[in-house]
């Protein structure tokens, strides 16, 4: 027997690596790793019985990121072997050793020598103890032997840290990243991101900095260098300003291309781009060589879902002359950033081309709002409150909010600003902040705290920050709208003292720009752990990241994680899968995400999608709202019509519909815009009432579909 103890401790097959352990005294005074003959040690290392624990989509904690307890399964000897060498293990003195193991410094010390931090250490040492103590009778030969030497030592040598190989194996086992860790943690090295642009590093750029107040002029000036140029990009932040500045360029005789996520519009035809480019900021070439560029709002590159855009465009452009504009907050990180790129960089410094001032007369009733008025609220609720409230009073009020197609919100702000308009107040959210030129004489903060999230992912009421007080403040009497001077109040004395504090303080600087995984990175770790979901996978990526925090953070992706477990049980390569989930979808809205489910299925099944069908799943034909809760479902039917342009432009043999979807987008965008022109009926209607019974206003969508094709 002893024999056939020695020559299992000799041959052992369960860790890779021999740990030679103890002193007399039992103190763990060293480690030594060695590989221990490769051809006798070799680990069945199945990565296909290796899968991600379900919980961990439900608790987002990256020590919940491990195998499923079936394929701890894989461990156990169900011939009970060990039994057969040495007969059953005593139950109470395995437990006494496992508590003894379990307590010992030691063993933690060479956990963390080896990269096992917490909080994977405590996990993993639990479940070791479990697995030990579920699976008494059906343990490894090699780890029952050890513990029953263990059991009757008697001071004969034996040493509870025996134990460790197993427990670090054990440990490696239910978390593979571990397995990896040094490739990994190479893999995800973002210290040096300005390294990863090469053909813009061999440039030699000149950066100019256009820093100021919302209408200050910065914008102007940057665009008078761009469409001066012989070739440039302009880079906005929204779909609305790069269509307006595409607009903007066509009016001054300069042949223009228009590049959104969700549109495509080439001046001279497909096979023959433009010199000049206006797109959004995540659509922007980096590979493309221009003579100006134009970066717009770069303190965007602080936002923690979408600055890698920014920070990617800042590091990336392959353009001889970049002209940032944007507040004055993100200077001193862009000269920081400069320096690691061997840019010149020159600041420009604008004041506001009019005055700003707080009207000492806080609006105490609605019944005191006047033409030209703009109300500011943050939710949907309050603006619904707000209309119905002004439209009791006799006003005729425009609405613009964040999820309104972009279409409605010009033709909202249209409205508002035409002279000849009987709309002479307008009731917004923060959606007004960029992106929309208004002719507003007062700005009114009905609100100035907004349902935020945490850190921790809660949602609470806070104060709004001072940038974006200022950005929505800074849009009242703008240059060229006939106001000399723009004035800011608030609703209720206590709220304007509040509001002053708040835009009276000076703009922090921006301490870090956001980055974002490649998906050329993210194939890297698949490769390690392929049987990982790509939301497990960007955990691990985030937890074992390594950045320069002095001037970037990794962006949280949170939208982009909640889109990976949606389609998780979906057959999909991995660039495809990370496509899909950069698409423009809100997580919160059911019908959306069902909608993405089935879309990402369709491309698994190599099924194509046509409007036909897309109508199908949208309550076609479509009725002119009744109610506000029928609005909303139509707002939601828009963005679908936007997931799927969207995804027609990356996977364009599924999504092969576009020119008909698109022409019924725009019939659905005019129905669209008449309900939110009788906002005000459909407030009285209730929002819980179905939509009345009637004719209505049907469609014509068979028609545009025929008149798409037919071009």
């Not at 070791?128 to 009778?137: C, G, K, L, Q, T």
Request: hydrophobic share 40%; glycine share 6%.
């Amino acid at each position: 027997m002893s024999h056939i103890r020695t020559f299992l401790r000799a041959n052992y097959t369960f860790c890779a690596y021999k740990r030679f352990l103890i002193d007399k005294n039992l103190r763990l005074t060293c480690f030594i790793s060695k590989l221990q003959g490769q051809s006798q040690c070799k680990r069945n290392f199945n990565t296909s019985s290796l899968w991600r624990n379900k919980d961990s989509r439900k608790s987002g904690n990256i020590a919940d990121i491990l195998v499923k307890e079936s394929s701890l399964e894989t461990l156990v000897d169900p011939t009970g072997a060990g039994i057969d060498m040495t007969g059953k293990l005593d139950r109470i003195l395995v437990a006494n050793i496992m508590r003894q193991f379990q307590q010992r410094e030691e063993v933690c010390k060479a956990a963390t020598s080896e990269g096992l931090l917490e909080p994977f250490y405590s996990k993993a040492m639990d479940r070791f103890v479990e697995f030990v103590m579920d699976n008494i009778d059906r343990l490894p030969a090699q780890l029952h032997v050890i513990i029953y030497d263990i059991t009757k030592a008697e001071g004969k040598g034996k040493s509870i840290d025996d134990l460790y190989p197993y427990f670090i194996d054990f440990a490696k086992k239910i978390y593979p990243q571990f397995e990896f860790q040094k490739d990994l943690q190479l893999i995800c090295d973002l210290t040096q991101p300005a390294n990863w642009y090469a053909e813009a590093r061999r440039m030699k750029r000149k950066m100019i900095f256009h820093c100021g107040p919302t209408n200050s002029g910065k914008t102007y000036h940057a665009l008078k260098a761009f469409m001066a140029a012989k070739s440039g990009v302009y880079c906005g932040p929204l779909r609305l300003l790069a269509v307006e500045v595409f607009n903007k360029c066509l009016e001054n005789n300069v042949p223009c291309d228009l590049i959104t996520g969700e549109e495509r519009r080439h001046h001279f035809g497909p096979d023959r781009p433009a010199a000049h480019v206006s797109c959004t900021v995540e659509m922007t070439s980096t590979t493309t060589e221009y003579d100006v560029a134009v970066i717009d709002e770069i303190q965007m590159l602080r936002d923690m879902e979408r600055g890698g855009a920014w920070t990617r465009v800042l590091l990336g452009l392959c353009a001889r002359e970049i002209h940032l504009c944007g507040e004055e907050a993100a200077v001193n990180l862009v000269k920081r950033i400069v320096n690691t790129t061997g840019d010149t960089l020159e600041v420009r410094k604008y004041e506001r081309l009019n005055r700003l001032r707080f009207d000492n007369n806080p609006l105490m009733s609605l019944k005191e709002v006047t033409a030209g008025d703009c109300i500011v609220c943050f939710s949907k609720r309050t603006i619904y409150k707000v209309c119905i409230e002004l439209e009791k009073l006799g006003h005729n009020v425009a609405v613009i909010y964040g999820s309104l197609p972009p279409a409605t919100k010009l033709a909202q702000a249209q409205k508002f600003n035409d002279p000849k308009d009987p709309c002479k107040v307008l009731v917004a959210t923060d959606a007004i902040g960029m992106g929309i030129n208004l002719k507003i004489k007062r700005i009114i903060f009905l609100e100035i705290q907004k349902l935020t999230r945490d850190e921790n992912g809660d949602l609470n009421y806070s104060f709004i920050p001072t940038h974006q007080a200022k950005q929505i403040a800074g849009r009242a009497g703008r240059f060229g709208s006939g106001e000399n001077v723009g004035l800011v109040t608030a609703h209720t004395e206590k709220k304007m003292i509040e509001l002053k504090e708040i835009i009276q303080q000076d703009l922090e600087d921006i301490q870090a720009a956001g980055l974002l995984p490649t998906v050329e990175q993210l194939e890297q770790f698949y490769f390690y752990l392929p049987n990982f979901s790509m939301r497990d996978i960007l955990g691990i990526f985030q937890y074992m990241s390594t950045v320069n925090s002095d001037m970037y953070f990794l962006c949280g992706l949170e939208n982009f994680k909640e889109l990976a477990t949606l389609i998780d049980h979906i057959d999909l390569p991995l660039r495809v899968r990370y496509q899909f989930c950069l698409a423009p979808v809100s997580v919160k809205s059911p019908f959306l995400s069902t909608l993405f489910t089935k879309f990402a299925r369709s491309y698994s099944n190599g099924t194509p999608i046509d409007c036909k069908w897309l109508l199908l799943q949208t309550d076609y034909p479509w009725i002119l709202p009744k109610t506000i809760k029928s609005l909303a479902k139509l707002e939601e039917v828009h963005e679908i019509m936007d997931m799927y342009l969207w995804l027609s432009f990356r996977f364009e043999e599924i999504f092969c519909d576009r020119e008909s979807v698109r022409g019924v987008q725009k019939q659905l965008e005019e129905v669209i815009e008449e309900g939110v022109e009788k906002l005000g009926v459909l407030l009285a209607q209730g929002t819980n009432h179905p939509p009345a019974k009637g004719k209505g206003k049907i469609i014509a969508a068979k028609k545009s579909i025929r008149r798409a094709k037919g071009k």
